[in-house]
Each structure stands twice: as C-alpha cells, then as structure tokens.
C-alpha cells in the first residue's frame, strides 16, 4: 500500500520521507469542517507534507492548528517552515513540548551529541514563539461530530501527548508506544536518551490499552488497525521489559554500552531489519536507545 494514504472519511497519513526513507516519518491530517495537522517533520521535510496535503485537496490555508506530540526534533522541528505557508494555523503543545518548542537550542545540542557520528542526519530545530498550550482532557471540536481529545502520555518524553478523535476510533498516538517495523515484525523501545522515563512508559502503554480506537496511528512507521494494533502496544511492553532485564544486567555489571550493543544485536538475531542499516546509523540509534535506559534506571 501506498505510505500516503486516507486512513478513513476524516483521517490522513503522510509519509515526510524523513531521511528519504519510507514511513521512517509519518504525520496526520485530520479533516472536517476544520483541518488540524499532527506532528510537522523535520525542517527538511516541509515540501514533502505540503505536496501530499495538496494531493487529498488540503489546502495550507485550511489548516487551523499544527498540534506537535512531544519535543523531539523529527515531530516539531518542521513546524515554522509550515506556518509560513500555513497563514490560519497556530501551534498547540503540551507544556513540556512547549518550553523546547520556545527554546529548542539546548535540548537540540544534546540530541546531536547523542547521535554522535549519525548528527549528520539531524537537520535543524527553528524556534516556535507562539505555541498553545494543552493537557489532558482538552478537547478540540472540528465540526460535524470530529473531535480530538488530549490524552497525556508522559514516557517516551515528559510532554508526550496521544489524541483520541472518538468519531472515527482514531488514536493518534506519537512515539508513546515504540518503533514497531511491520515488514520485519521487529520492535524496539522508543528510549532515546535525556527524557525517557522507563517506569512512565509502561504506565502509558497500560493507559493506551484502555482507549477504545480502531486504528492507531504512531509518529513513526504508521498506521495499524485493530487486532492488530492493541497486539503491538502488548508486545512493545514486553520488548520493553525484555531490554529492561539485558541492560540492567549487563551494564549494571560492566558499565559498558558496546557489551549491551552486542547483545542486543544477538537478540535481534536473524531480524534483517536492524542489520539492514548502515553501521554508523545502527551503531548511533541502538547506542542512543541504551543511554535512555542507562539514564532513566540510574545505572
Ligand atoms: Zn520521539
């Protein structure tokens, strides 16, 4: 199936191209008599969201409001290259996707020092002045009966929002429940260093189980449907569990992030997925996403 796709009457996947791969970033539009976008890509992959908008007729000047999931880069970094083409739109966050949406340049630096040798893929994060804040339980209508409600989400980051549009039984659900690559059924944890908190994580996970959706449309790889999807959000716990049990013993007795790559990778076994990545970027990502658990388990 073609990445960019209409997922039902009012909701819609993009593909950004991020990195110029397929579905390695994916954002949303929600349509009816307002028109909201979730999640804005990088800053490299503006041309590319605006292009598919305008192949399902959404026009720049329909967009109301960019709603960004959390604070990472590949989610808000695109977002003042689409406001200027998106002349009625504002931008609405949690508070804590706020603060690094105001003042990203701290938080934008330790993301590149984190992707060490990778940083070269890292494009830039632009501030955003304006941004609205939300939290759980707000709730935005769009007109005839589309709605999309707040649901705080705290793990993958401490700002990390879902939203629910109830009409549809559509979740949105950004990088809160993991790095799930459907054509190898491979699953990793979304920990990347410096905000993830593994204990919250799980809560969220329990929490989404809990949201009566149909399709769960996730920041990263797109959309699922049901079983499907409450299948993933199970199984992404139990990886999660799983990487918890192998870091926590080998680099709580070794201190060494190069031992719990190689085992990971061993893990990972026959999986193509992971060994069909350049090593510098497998080496940078699977590096990151130990340092997240290292950080967050004080170890
Ligand atoms: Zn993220």
Redesign the pocket.
Known sequence: MDSDFEINEHCYQIDTKQWTLPKVGVVYAVKSEKTFLIDTGTSQTNEKILSTLEEFKITPESINTIIVT?E?Y??GAGAIGLLKKMPNAFVSASEKTAEILRNPTEFFETTKRHYGDAAVLVSDYPPVRDVQVVEEGNRFDLGSGVSLEVVALPG??PGSIGLFEPKTKTFFA??AVCNYNEEFEFYMP?S?PELFDYENYLKSLDKMQGIDFEYLCM?HFGTQKQPKAKQIIKKAAEVAKEWKDIIVDIYGKTKSEARVYNALLERAGDNEYIKSFPDFIRRSILGQLIRGYVLSLKL
């Open positions: 959390h990472h590949d989610h993958h980051t950004g990088d979304p990347f920041g």
